[in-house]
């Protein structure tokens, strides 16, 4: 049987081309080509990484991110968001820049993705605690605001807005976006911790000491323990006092 | 080839099967296990298929002699260009890589366009300057409406961001890609239809299932997000191809002896030992240089699909080319 190597044709082929430059060309790329492949076998098997089966230039980046080298992570998928923007890669830098800290690099990850796909609810609340972790509070309230238009029963995005806006020190707004993150979520401590807060700071120590008698109870801790004492104490001066006023001033502190 | 190769791998059927299974079949899209798949899928068709053209034309008798340049120079150019790329990602390397997403629609509309027009042959339908206008025309609605929407390559790359915001320029382009959308199947399916009527050459069955296949891969795939499978079915269609020529070149050879299936196999295996090298070892050796993984990655599969649309802009010609030669035999072996 006669072979007929698929390369046969050009390999007779190629002494008899006269093009002197051509063919110095050619050699050429053959040869860096060729240094590149072997570079690359040798680098593979130094580190004892065997190749996919599919291109993922995102293979470095996720293997650093779960290996806990957050920053080369980053560094990939920076490079991979400079010359093909993709949403999940931006999703994933986002992510890894708030595992170091980075409010800035999280916040510009997530704006450059939701350039992309501007209707993700998630991620307008990911930028949203982005902002708000920068101190760019009104920012961060337009983004929770944006995230709960697109999914109204985001517990997170009532949580977020409701934090935000006792930082902004508008309580009652933020009692009324703590109390429906409640409802939604239950469970959540640092929800119920902040509407304890909200509570304490509208005056109303009474149903401070309810939300954060809750905290506790879902999550002992000293941190929550200093809170609640300071809120039943708060409550207990505030009810000594009411005890000791004129009866018309403590029926309508009672009353509230 | 038989009726229903044809049909199925050529003509696309199969990826319409799949896109019906995917639009009705609820699950199926997110499926693990589809999914865990993919990337054998890939490196089986798409890896080879691009590996396939550099193996079709170092394969070709005449390679050195009749395309100098394509064989002897644009390689080094195509590294060149590749490394100059890796150093300077942020605008070289993402104007790049907007090329080959441009591109990339246009090489789909060419492939369906000279599919079309060689099972035209095939079936001994040989058509007019205005046939053929309009047939290129059906074929090109599918890029042009990528190139119209898309938002990092064609107008979404050539075009200034503040002039695409301009609520007339943004109304302007989302009527035309509506348009094309429409046009995508309907100036296909019109074209057969009017060649049908009067004494007109016909346009086979397998021809309008290229068009509209492609036309399926453009606007359902990439509506569903699940455009690679699109890049998979592309990928069998050229390998097909590609095989089939390759396999009754070396069949006219004087003295082979070789079965064709020897030939399609080793054909086969060299296309897919080299797309392997390429996507998987070659962008580790500028990681070996201190580059990322992800510009490697990214920039040398853009080089290697740029390389790939020159590549198969020359060797598929038909006029003066021995492919003719292959196509013609193979209408009168049918005839």
């Known amino acids: 049987m006669a072979a007929t190597p698929p390369l046969e044709g050009a390999v007779r082929q190629y002494p008899m081309c006269e093009r002197p430059l051509e063919r110095v060309a050619f050699l050429a790329g053959l040869v860096v080509f060729g240094a590149s492949l072997v570079g690359g076998l040798v680098l593979l098997v130094v580190n004892g990484q065997p190749p996919g089966l599919a291109p993922d230039p995102l293979r470095h980046a996720r293997a650093s991110l779960r290996s806990g080298q957050t920053r080369a992570a980053i560094l990939e998928y920076q490079a991979a968001a400079a010359i093909a923007p993709e949403f999940n890669a931006l999703v994933e830098l986002a992510f890894a820049h708030s595992q170091v800290g980075n409010a800035l690099g999280e916040s510009d990850a997530c704006a450059r993705a939701l350039s992309l796909r501007p209707d993700t609810p998630g991620l307008r609340l990911g930028h949203g605690w982005a902002l708000a972790k920068q101190g760019r509070l009104d920012e961060a309230a337009a983004s929770f605001q944006e995230g709960l238009t697109l999914e109204p029963g985001h517990p997170m995005g009532h949580a977020g807005l409701g934090q935000v806006r006792l930082a902004q020190h508008q309580v009652n707004l933020a009692i009324a976006s703590l109390t429906r993150a409640a409802e939604l979520a239950p469970d959540n401590v640092s929800v119920r911790s902040n509407l304890g807060q909200a509570f304490l700071l509208g005056g109303r120590n009474r149903e401070a000491v309810e939300q954060l008698e809750t905290a506790y109870r879902l999550a002992p801790g000293p941190e929550r323990l200093t809170s609640l004492r300071w809120a039943q104490q708060t409550e207990d001066a505030a009810l000594a006092a009411l005890a000791e006023a004129p009866p018309r001033v403590a029926a309508s502190g009672r009353a509230r | ?335």
Not at chain 2, 154 to 168: K, M, Q
Not at chain 2, 208 to 234: D, Q, S
Request: net charge positive; hydrophobic share 55%; with cysteine.
């Open chain 2, 1 to 335: 080839m038989s009726l229903s190769f044809d049909y199925l791998i050529v003509g696309g059927g199969l990826s319409l099967a799949l896109t019906a299974y995917l639009l009705w079949g609820g699950a199926g899209l997110t499926s693990a296990q589809l999914q865990a798949q993919l990337p054998a899928l890939i490196l089986l068709s798409n890896s080879a298929h691009f590996a396939a053209s550099t193996v079709r034309l170092y394969s070709r008798q005449d390679a050195f002699l009749s395309f100098p340049f394509l064989t002897l120079v644009l390689p080094i150019v195509s590294i060149a260009v590749l490394s100059a790329a890796i150093f300077d990602p942020g605008t070289l390397g993402r104007n790049l890589q907007a090329l080959y997403l441009s591109w990339s629609p246009y090489h789909y509309a060419a492939q369906a366009y000279g599919l079309t027009l060689m099972y035209a042959y095939r079936s001994g339908s040989t058509f007019g300057a205005t046939e053929r206008l309009w047939l290129r025309l059906s074929c090109l609605c599918p890029f042009l409406f990528a190139f119209v929407s898309a938002s990092e390559a064609g107008l979404g790359w050539l075009a200034p961001a503040w002039l695409l915001s301009v609520p007339i320029v943004e109304g302007a382009r989302t009527a035309a890609a509506t348009g094309l959308k429409a046009l995508s199947f309907l100036l296909p399916a019109g074209l057969f239809l009017w060649l049908l009527r009067g004494p007109r050459p016909r346009l086979p069955l397998l021809s309008l299932l290229i068009m509209v296949a492609n036309g399926i891969w453009w606007i359902t795939l990439a509506y569903m997000e699940a455009f690679v499978w699109a890049t998979i079915f592309h990928g069998l269609q050229y390998l097909a191809v590609a095989i089939i020529f390759h396999v009754r070149e070396r069949l006219q050879a004087p003295g082979d002896t070789t079965p064709w299936w020897g030939h399609a196999l080793r054909f086969y295996l060299a296309s897919l030992a080299l797309g392997f090298l390429l996507f998987q070892v070659w962008p580790y050796g500028y990681v070996l240089l201190g580059f990322t993984l992800a510009q490697s990655v990214l920039l040398v599969a853009a080089v290697i699909n740029i390389h790939h649309f020159i590549v198969d802009a020359y060797i598929w010609r038909l006029r003066r080319d021995p492919n003719l030669g292959v196509v013609t035999a193979a209408a009168a072996a049918g005839a």
